[in-house]
C-alpha cells in the first residue's frame, strides 16, 4: 500500500472504519484504504518517533514521547485528546482496556500508568506505579515494560519486560498476583485469547540493551484456569511451549 520514511513500528486495522493505520520512526501516523491501496486518510506528523499503538473503538491512540495521543478515526483532523501519562521517560507501549473505556501504558523505566479517556473518571483508575524495578547489586534496577495484555473478562492485567519476567496484576490495587518463572530472552508480546482462558507469551530477543544474549525465540502459551488467584506472588510454571 506504500511505506514510511523510516522504521515502521506497528500496524492496526479498524474494522468500523475499514481503515490500516501504520505508526514509525519517521514521527508520522498514516491512514491507509486497504481496498484501494492508497492513503484515504492521509499522513499525521506527531512530536516524537511512535513505538506503540493501540486502537480504542473508533479511536486510534499513539505513543509519542511521554504522552498519548488519540484520533477520532471518523475525524482526522487532529487528535482530540493528548493525554499526559506521569511518565518522566519513553512510553514504549500502549493498550486498550478490554472494554475500551481507557488504556495502559508502560514506559522504558519499569513504570505502568492506567488512564481512563473519558475525563471525568480519571480518578477511579488514573495512576501510575513502579510495575518492574529489579533488585541489583543491593539496588532496584528498572527495566522497560515492552507489553500488556489486560484479560478480557477479569479486572487484571499482565506485564512483560526486558529482562525475561512477566507478571499478573490487580488493576484496583495494582498488586502482584502472580509472577511467572523467568524466560531465557525478554517478554516481547503477550497476548489473551477471545475469553481470557489462555496466554501466550512471546520471548524474544529485542535489541534493546547491548549486554542481550541473543537465542530462539519461543511462544509460551498458558492455561490460565491453572492458576489460582492469590494476593501474594506467586511463581507460576510454563505450560506449553512453541
Not at 500508568?113 to 529489579?134: E, V
Not at 518463572?181 to 520471548?203: D, I, K, P
Request: proline share 2%; net charge negative.
Amino acid at each position: 500500500m506504500g511505506k514510511h520514511g523510516h522504521t515502521a513500528t506497528c500496524v492496526e486495522y479498524s474494522d468500523g472504519t475499514d481503515q490500516v493505520i501504520s505508526a514509525g520512526l519517521d514521527k508520522k501516523l498514516r491512514f491507509w484504504d486497504p481496498k484501494e491501496k492508497c492513503e484515504n486518510g492521509g499522513c499525521k506528523s506527531v512530536d516524537s518517533e511512535v513505538w506503540s499503538m493501540s486502537l480504542c473503538g473508533v479511536y486510534v491512540l499513539a505513543a509519542v514521547g511521554v504522552m498519548v495521543d488519540a484520533y477520532d478515526l471518523r475525524n482526522l483532523k487532529g487528535p482530540v485528546q493528548s493525554k499526559d501519562c506521569s511518565m518522566d521517560y519513553q512510553i514504549q507501549c500502549v493498550r486498550s482496556f478490554s472494554d475500551l473505556q481507557g488504556f495502559g501504558v508502560g514506559s522504558i523505566d519499569g513504570r505502568v500508568a492506567l488512564k481512563f479517556l473519558d475525563q471525568s473518571k480519571s480518578g477511579a483508575m488514573g495512576c501510575a506505579f513502579r510495575c518492574h524495578p529489579k533488585l541489583r547489586d543491593r539496588k532496584y534496577h528498572l527495566v522497560s515494560v515492552n507489553d500488556i495484555a489486560f484479560h478480557p473478562c477479569l479486572d487484571t492485567f499482565v506485564t512483560g519486560d526486558n529482562e525475561g519476567y512477566a507478571i499478573i496484576w490487580d488493576a484496583q490495587s495494582r498488586k502482584k498476583l502472580y509472577e511467572f518463572q523467568r524466560y531465557s530472552n525478554s517478554v516481547a508480546c503477550l497476548s489473551y485469547n477471545h475469553n481470557g482462558q489462555l496466554l501466550a507469551v512471546a520471548s524474544s530477543h529485542t535489541y534493546q540493551e547491548a549486554k542481550e544474549t541473543e537465542g530462539a525465540s519461543q511462544i509460551f502459551i498458558h492455561k490460565t484456569s491453572n492458576l489460582t488467584m492469590s494476593k501474594s506472588p506467586q511463581q507460576v510454571e510454563e505450560s506449553d511451549q512453541f
